[in-house]
């Protein structure tokens, strides 16, 4: 059997928890649960979609008819990993169940500036693998548009708009960013803000943004200078903080995440030492129960993989003792491995046409041609 949590570990979970409480807490989010209609769809119902901001006014209005987008950023300093699982099907349920257009910033530029990748180029590079990703995943490219600024950068032109409208008060406040950091941070927020109010200046007004608690900051900037300029303020939702493989918030610098389209030797390995609730022998697991709650495997499948009832079985045979923790890894290393042969046989599939398709793009700028000479497909 694999290590279970003891007292002095179960904090690592509990913490996650609190992380995404802070946002009702401290900065005026609401509660998921408090709603009297969602939608019927997992991430919904099992509480993965945690808090929100003005969701209930975005539902309403979608299911009137009105005209509506989700607007959901990457960032290229990686590859697709399980964490994107969530927001991503979520983002597919309404594309395919309400006709929703989508909009994707890939923050090339954040990532430069902010030193998580050491060049332009390299930026450029990740940002169009995710752009084949993306293809693969399932998004309608007639309903999909990647914005890769160095791709299109009459974003910045919005951008300057929008800009005045925030001032360095405000960013010190909310980022506490240093004086000796690069001015490129201190200026992305209005990028950041251009990104999410972009869907606006095509005459789409009612726009939902899912997040991480971790980008809420942005979007309180962001719904804040939507006021000054007369555009609508973007709906929110925050997807709850889940662990990484091992206890911990899931992080690419800790290697903590299973990346989708990793080698299948190192995504097995990952997932069979992942975290475990189990006791410390087959015979305490049997007599005791297994603890689900701090058990990575469980959580990845009842938030990822299960419908609500699925995971509800799945949770009171662990707790009895009739599973062990092997047999939650086994079940979850099954499920991974259907998504990541899916997604790598999409993946071989995507030619640099269709990159250029899904991409925002300046008329001079000639997508296929660059896709080709970085070698992306």
Not at 188 to 208: E, R
Not at 219 to 248: F, T
Not at 266 to 271: D, G, N, Q, V, W
Not at 295 to 322: P, R, T
Request: proline content about 3%.
């Amino acid at each position: 059997m694999e290590k279970g949590p003891n007292e002095s570990e179960k904090y690592i979970i509990d913490t996650l928890e609190n992380e995404t409480e802070r946002l009702i807490q401290q900065f005026g989010a609401s509660r998921i649960s408090d709603l009297r209609e969602v939608p019927e769809f997992k991430a919904f119902k099992n509480g993965l979609l945690y808090s929100h901001r003005d969701f209930d006014k975005f539902y309403n209005k979608l299911r009137s008819g009105q005209k509506s987008a989700i607007v959901s950023g990457l960032n290229p300093s990686g590859t697709l990993h399980i964490g994107h699982i969530g927001i991503f099907d979520t983002i597919l349920h309404f594309q395919k169940s309400h006709d929703t257009e989508t909009f994707i910033p890939i923050s090339d530029d954040e990532s430069y500036v902010a030193k998580k990748v050491e060049t332009q180029e390299e930026a450029l590079k990740n940002a169009l693998m995710l752009t084949r990703s993306m293809i693969a995943y399932g998004f309608e490219p007639k309903k999909t548009k990647v914005v890769i600024d160095q791709i299109y950068t009459n974003i910045y032109n919005f951008a300057i708009k929008l800009s005045k409208g925030v001032n360095l008060s405000t960013i010190n406040a909310v980022y506490d960013y240093k004086t000796s950091e690069s001015v490129g941070l201190h200026f992305y927020p209005s990028v950041q803000a251009a990104h999410v109010l972009f869907p606006q200046t095509l005459g789409i007004k009612n726009v939902l943004v899912p997040i991480g608690p971790d980008e809420d900051a942005h979007l309180r900037v962001c719904r804040d200078v939507a006021a000054k300029y007369g555009y609508e303020a973007p709906a929110v939702v925050h997807n709850k903080y889940l662990p990484g493989i091992e206890g911990s918030k899931m992080s690419k610098s800790k290697n903590n995440a299973i990346f989708l389209l990793e080698e299948k030797s190192s995504i097995k390995k990952k997932t069979m030492n992942a975290f475990s609730g189990g006791r410390t022998s087959i015979e305490e697991h049997r007599k005791l129960g297994g603890i689900p709650e701090n058990d990575v495997a469980y959580i990845y499948l009842k938030y990822y993989f299960l419908e609500e009832i699925e995971s509800e079985n799945l949770y009171h045979k662990y707790k009895k003792g009739e599973l062990l923790s092997g047999d939650m890894k086994n079940l979850l290393l099954e499920k991974i491995m259907d998504r990541v042969e899916k997604l790598r046989a999409a993946y071989e599939k995507v030619k640099p046409k269709d990159i250029d398709k899904m991409l925002m793009k300046n008329e001079d700028v000639d997508v296929v041609s660059i896709v080709e000479k970085m070698g992306i497909c």
